[in-house]
């Protein structure tokens, strides 16, 4: 089987946003910047943002990307997706979002032990992740992990983050014209690295352990005991034990991390829980 990375690195895309600022145009999304930044602020973490993108055009960004990734991939229809639907949706419910499109698709590819998030609310899971997320509970830990991307406007965020970059490098470029070329190229080659926007772009460690901590809060809002996050972390750490593919380590907490936040988070997340007697936590379909 493929190396297990993290269930939410995002599909490579090529629907990604490449800007072609002038500096005139700089000097205006910074402006713009410094004004949006102070008035965005994640769901129950209260982080301020930086996010240069409408709600409008982030989600039409999330809708075009979907489709190009699921247009290269085999969908799943029957239980696998019912299941999957059901959770999502309860999670969604509590997101409490209504502008999103939630959506929810379950790809094949027993290989793969991911899913991913895009912006506006679509959601995919791999089947490889089933044996990872056990049941309904492991399952609503990943949806609501992914749910919190969403709607903690992660994605926007990143774009946002790449294009200040972006336009970074264009003042570097300027500044550096005339001077030792070779010089030029090597800090602009290694500025380029960072540099990249788009909606394939991974999330970075602290998005990533903000997403746990606000999935964790929604499970519990639907009725599912944060605790289950824990142990899906633990099995993830030991489908990991073989070793990992090293751009997880520099984009992700390790899987001992996650279970030591989740542990300090448990108490925040289960004063959210609201009981359902009528919820039940089935054991996921098999997959061949
Ligand atoms: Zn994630």
Known sequence: MDRVT?????????????????????GLVVAIAVGIAACVTTPYTNRSQLVLLSE????????AAYKEVLSQSEV????????VERVG?????VADKPAYQWQFTVIDDAKTANAFALPGGKVAVYTGLFPIAKDEAGL?????????????????????QGMVLQLGAVGLSA?????DP????????????GAQVGVALPFNRSQESEADRIGMILMAKAGYDPEAALHLWERMGESESGGRPPEYLSTHPSATTRQEQ???WLPEARGYLVKDPQLTVAALPAIK
């Open 182 to 193: 070779a010089l030029a190229n090597a800090v602009m080659s290694a500025y380029g690295l």
């Open 76 to 83: 799943t229809a029957g239980r696998p997706l019912d299941v």
């Open 175 to 179: 500044a550096m014209g005339g001077k």
């Open 89 to 93: 949706q309860r999670i969604a419910r």
């Open 140 to 160: 609503a830990a990943v949806m609501g992990h992914e749910v919190a991307h969403a709607l903690a406007r992660h994605g926007a965020e990143r774009m946002s």
């Open 6 to 26: 993290c269930f939410c690195r995002m599909p490579k895309c090529r629907n990604a946003v490449i800007m072609k600022p002038t500096r005139r145009l700089w």
């Open 56 to 63: 409008s055009e982030e989600m039409a960004l999330g809708v």
């Open 262 to 264: 989740i542990r300090g």
